[in-house]
Nanobody
Framework: QVQLVESGGGLVQAGGSLRLSCAAS????????MGWYRQAPGKQRELVAA???????NYADSVKGRFTISRDNAKNTVYLQMNSLKPEDTAVYYC??????????????WGQGTQVTVSS
């Protein structure tokens, strides 16, 4: 019964910034990795950024240097700070959490998505 609730999406001009939030219904220590995915119209869902329980991070090449994933364990929340936004970043952004370990996936959970639109 894990719930992930995204917020912070919206319309922004190219070059602007947004911060997405993903609030989990339970301690994010329960997930070995959390991340942000995005899906643009006509394209497959892709991983944007991920953060492990050990605070290791990975980013898609297209967002490296512009996006930062972070977490606040006390607030059960993961953030995606998006700077220098480009029209190509326009997509629905989904929060994801995985329970278990890298070797054995116990659960895989998704938020409802939040729309990010970047105008040129």
């Amino acid at each position: 019964q894990v719930q992930l609730v995204e917020s912070g999406g919206g319309l922004v001009q190219a070059g602007g910034s947004l911060r997405l939030s993903c609030a989990a219904s339970e301690s994010i220590f329960n997930f070995y990795v959390m991340g942000w995915y995005r899906q643009a119209p006509g394209k497959q869902r892709e991983l944007v950024a991920a953060i492990t329980g050990g605070s290791r991070t990975n980013y898609a090449d297209s967002v490296k240097g512009r996006f930062t994933i972070s977490r606040d364990n006390a607030k059960n929340t993961v953030y995606l700070q998006m700077n220098s936004l480009k029209p190509e970043d326009t997509a629905v952004y989904y929060c994801n959490a995985k329970r278990g370990s890298i070797d054995f996936l116990v659960g895989n959970y998704w938020g409802q998505g939040t729309q990010v639109t970047v105008s040129s």
